[in-house]
């Protein structure tokens, strides 16, 4: 299970940090991530890692703005946002991948927390 948190309304230009809480004992050997969605629209790929943080992977459109990161002893995964514009306006969801084929694939993943809102005012 997830749980996601930390959204909210932010400024063009501002800083947010989500967060997400996982239960289960598999956490630590999963690849996590974070998605996005805006009404209308397709949920899309912002963010992974791998199991131990190793390797990272971000959508060109978030690349050097945001960092995800993970605390595998905490169960912890976290995405840290920074220079938000307008566009990154959506609802955020954290992501367990079941199978790692493509780190884009929403059909790759197995478990997704809540959603939480991002709102950047210009």
């Known amino acids: 299970q997830l749980q996601a948190c930390g959204g909210g309304l932010v400024q063009d230009g501002g800083s947010l940090r989500l967060s997400c809480a996982a239960s289960g004992r598999t956490f630590s050997s999963i690849a996590m991530g974070w998605f996005r969605q805006t009404p209308g629209k397709v949920r899309e790929f912002v963010a992974g890692l791998t199991w131990n943080g190793g390797s990272t992977y971000y959508a060109d459109s978030v690349k050097g703005r945001f960092t995800i990161s993970r605390d595998n002893a905490a169960n912890m995964v976290y995405l840290q946002m920074t220079s938000l514009k307008p566009e990154d306006t959506a609802t955020y969801y954290c992501?367990?991948?079941?199978?790692?084929?493509?780190?884009?694939?929403?059909?790759?993943?197995?478990?997704w927390g809540q959603g939480t809102q991002v709102t950047v005012s210009s």
């Open positions: 992501a367990a991948y079941r199978i790692l084929r493509n780190w884009y694939s929403t059909g790759d993943i197995g478990s």
